[in-house]
């Protein structure tokens, strides 16, 4: 009892109340003393067994939890409201660190903020609003838009492209419930342009196969614009101005979360000679909206 009460810091008597209201709860005897040793009884022993086996279960526990906050065997939860645009950016990070195991979800804005505050993801990249006082929100870049149309298409054989010209084409893009139709409809109706979507999708890759008939057009984003089709063309709808701000969205939490930390890192590293990408296939501005 003396040496128990050292290793756990306690005083004896502390230890013998514990035990006396351990064999309360369980209504039988734990222990039994014979002179000044003491001894384990039966149910002791069968019970003893028992909180070993939990004991090692609590210290596995305490190991895989460490171990998913570690960059050698950890794990990360994101969720990418722009699903199609950052495959390599994963790949990347899991090159630079092999051991992770990487969890990713497409989500909207709505569901993976509320995610984010229940726990069940680390980070999202989304381009909405951050209200939420415990998540911490970090611009990741400022997108623009773009006009695609498909070098044949005959708008682009003219000197100037104009307001009408704009509302005239038939365009193709995500249905209306989708967060980049609804901003870019806005973005448009603030610069007094109102387009009309002739076919509408639930994937990016329907919209460029058919902006590649050279029958329609759609919009893009600059970010959008790392991984470009060779078979289309590009011309910015309002140079310079901002079209959304893409960020990180994580928690604040108080304990540091490694493989998080390493993610935000990287991925600010891995943006930014993204943005410069593929310049040779954005047309010079000739976009009249005035």
Known sequence: MTQAAKTLKVSQSAISQAIRDLEDQLQVPLFYRRGRRI?????????????????????????????????????????????????????????????????????????ALHQLTHYQLDVAVTSGPVKAPELISQVLLEDELYLALAPSHPLLSKDQINRQDLEDLAFVGLHDHYAFRQQSDQFLADLGVHIHHQISVDDAASILR??????????????????????????????????????????????????????????????????????????????DLH
């Not at 950016?89 to 709505?110: C, M, V």
């Not at 990287?266 to 040779?280: E, L, M, S, V």
């Open 39 to 111: 001894f384990l009884t039966d149910q002791g022993r069968t019970f003893q067994a028992y909180c070993q086996s939990a004991r090692n279960q609590l210290q596995v526990g305490q190991a895989i939890v460490k171990n998913q906050r570690s960059l050698q065997e950890g794990q990360l939860s994101l969720a990418i409201t722009l699903p199609h645009v950052f495959p390599e950016l994963i790949h990347d990070f899991l090159e630079r660190y092999p051991g992770l195991t990487l969890s990713q979800y497409d989500l909207s804005h709505e569901a």
């Open 210 to 287: 058919l902006t590649q008939t050279g029958r329609y057009a759609s919009l893009i984003t600059s970010i959008s614009l790392q991984y470009p089709s060779q078979q289309l063309s590009y011309l910015p709808i309002q140079p310079g101005k901002t079209f959304r701000k893409l960020q990180l969205v994580y928690r604040s939490d108080t304990y540091p979360h490694p493989v998080l930390h390493a993610f935000l890192d990287f991925i600010g590293q891995w943006i930014q000679p993204k943005q410069t990408a593929n310049n040779h296939q954005i047309l010079d501005g000739h976009l």
